[in-house]
Each structure stands twice: as structure tokens, then as C-alpha cells.
């Protein structure tokens, strides 16, 4: 498949990336959903992704999203601890799943940034790093993204998104090197800015 971040990656550093990271995903030490935008981490050596990938699983990377749902939550921060795992009948989506039957913890810090009348900008900080697990926690307590094809409400916003709006704008890790805190940030994308924008007139 053409146009993605692993032909990027080949293209830059050609060979330097065979065998780190498997076949299918060069380089990669995480993931972010299909649709969701912002910052990624990868790695150019073997020795980088094995210590990236060490603090992914140790938890000392931290990763901050911002999202935007539907309703105002009652609170100005919480924590969502629930587990999940793959959905009964729907392999392509996951669930809330009892560890009894399979789920694996998954816990998920949020805050309110900006209250938009029956929208919210929050940020989310996640202490686990599981399929779909910011979606499928704003889902469960009744606020699911705006946007969301999968696990949100239908409902129109007015704007032409290409997928639920959820950003990774902020990503905090060790440089494997250095020893240095290195923290990346990446900016709005455009469609979420105009969502922002949209939402933010309507409480004019």
C-alpha cells in the first residue's frame, strides 16, 4: 500500500530499518487508530526501538490526546478504569470486557480543556495503551467522540471530518541515546480546528 508512513520511512532510511520492528511495521514502536492524527514515535536502530518499546511497556512514555464529545461531563477530571477486549460478535470493534472473560485493564486520565454548550474539548492521558481504549472509554460513560464511525452516535456536527476527533498532540519519552526527556508536539489538524471553531460560534 502506497502513501503511508512506513513507505516514508523505507524511502528516508532505506535499509538502516530492515529487520527492526518486523516485515509489515519498520520502525514502529506504537500505533494510532485509522483517523486519529498526531504525534508517533519510530525508530532508526534496533537498540532505539527496543528501548522505546521498553518504555512504552514499562509506562514511563506519557501520551496526551486531545479529543472532543458529545456532552459535558459533570466534572472537570476523572479517571476512566475499565477493561477491554474484543468485542463478542464484532471482531473489527472492542468492548468493555470482565477480566474474567478476557478483558486486560485499561485506565484512562482525562480533564476538561473547554466546555462547548453540549460538547467538550478534553484531554486525554493514557496510563495503558490498548486497542481503541480513549474511544471505547468516552463510549462507556456516555460521552463517545465526536466523529467517531465506530463507536460514536451518528449525530452531524456540521463539519466534514474525516474520522473521529482524536489527536495525539503531545508524546513524552526518554531519548534512548541522550538519556534526555524529548517531548513531541504536534499541531491541530486543520478539521479539527474548523470543529472548534464551529462549535465555539455556536456558543456565541
Known sequence: MSGTLVNALLAHCGEQLTGIGGVERPGIVHRLD????????????????????????????????????????????????????????DRKRQTIVPPLKGGRYAITHWQVEERLNNFTLMRFRLETGRTHQIRVHCAHVGHPIVGDPTYGSGRSVGVNLPGQALHAERLTLIHPVSGEPVTAIAPLPPHFLKLLAVLRNRTV
Do not use: C, F, N, W
Open 34 to 89: 485509522k483517523d486519529t492524527t498526531g504525534a508517533i514515535v519510530v525508530a532508526k536502530t534496533e537498540l532505539a526501538h527496543h528501548h522505546l518499546q521498553a518504555q512504552m511497556k514499562a509506562k514511563t512514555a506519557r501520551r496526551e490526546y486531545l479529543g472532543v464529545v458529545y456532552g459535558a461531563p459533570h466534572t472537570d477530571r476523572g479517571t476512566i478504569d475499565a477493561p477491554t477486549g474484543r468485542h463478542p460478535s
